[in-house]
């Protein structure tokens, strides 16, 4: 089992452009759920995917978007990335919630972004 | 909104000693998990331990054991016979349950050192 994978590892942008950063979940999970954690802080929730939807969103602007493909991998967008965008970007995958079982979150090694 | 709080920045322990984390936190709900995850220098976030609110018995993982305080809102890890790998970065965490469950609220974390 692979557990949770993301591409890339490090990335170095310009103030201004675009990213995308892939997640593909643990085998057997549906949902996946991308974080912000910037240096020294806690993760911050960005939003949650299953089903192909966004079903819960964090406190972050419209910039950040994201996507979940029929094989439950999803990307993360950023448009008009800040300097304040720097972080690491963590993925996590699960099952989506029910009131029959409620499964953790296995996270993903995360992607460190600098923004120049 | 939920808020988790970690009052301890650095904590450092004696390896094969006990140290203690506190977190405490704010809901609302009646129905919600508490978490406590490790980060190590890999950045892979580790579920450490989970508590289910509706559970009065403190969880426990080995080496692991929470002390849950309901009324008091408090949330507090307990390593037992601390060893050179526990050190880490580590985070309490908060999800509602229900259909919100996996919506992840964290703590500011505790950096944790080990002597030997």
Redesign the interface.
């Known amino acids: 089992d692979a557990g949770v994978t993301q591409s890339p590892t490090h990335l170095i942008k310009t103030r201004g452009q675009q990213v995308t950063l892939r997640c593909s979940p643990k085998s057997g999970h549906d949902t996946v759920s991308w974080y912000q954690q910037a240096l020294g802080q806690g993760p911050q929730f960005i939003f949650q995917y299953y089903e192909e939807e966004e079903r819960q969103r964090g406190n972050f602007p419209d910039r950040f978007s994201g996507h979940q493909f029929p094989n439950y991998s999803s990307e993360l967008n950023v448009n008009a990335l800040l300097l304040g965008d720097s972080a690491l970007y963590l993925c996590a995958s699960s099952l989506r919630p029910s009131g029959v079982q409620l499964v953790e979150a296995f996270f993903g090694q995360g992607t460190r972004l600098t923004v120049v | 909104a939920q808020t988790?709080t970690q009052s301890q920045p650095e904590m450092s322990v004696q390896e094969a000693e006990t140290v203690t984390l506190s977190c405490t936190y704010d809901t609302s709900e009646s129905d919600y998990?508490l978490?406590w995850?490790k980060q190590p220098p890999?950045?892979?976030?580790?579920?450490v331990i989970?508590q289910e609110a509706y559970k009065q018995q403190n969880a426990t993982e080995n080496r692991f054991s929470v002390n849950f305080q309901k009324a008091a809102k408090s949330f507090s890890l307990k390593i037992s016979d601390s060893q050179l790998g526990d050190a880490a970065m580590y985070?309490c965490?908060y999800s509602a349950?229900?259909?919100?469950?996996?919506?992840?609220?964290?703590?500011?974390?505790t950096i944790l050192t080990v002597h030997p």
Not at chain 2, 42 to 47: A, E
């Open positions: 988790v998990y978490f995850y890999s950045r892979q976030m580790i579920l989970r985070f965490a349950g229900g259909t919100s469950y996996g919506k992840l609220t964290f703590g500011q974390g």
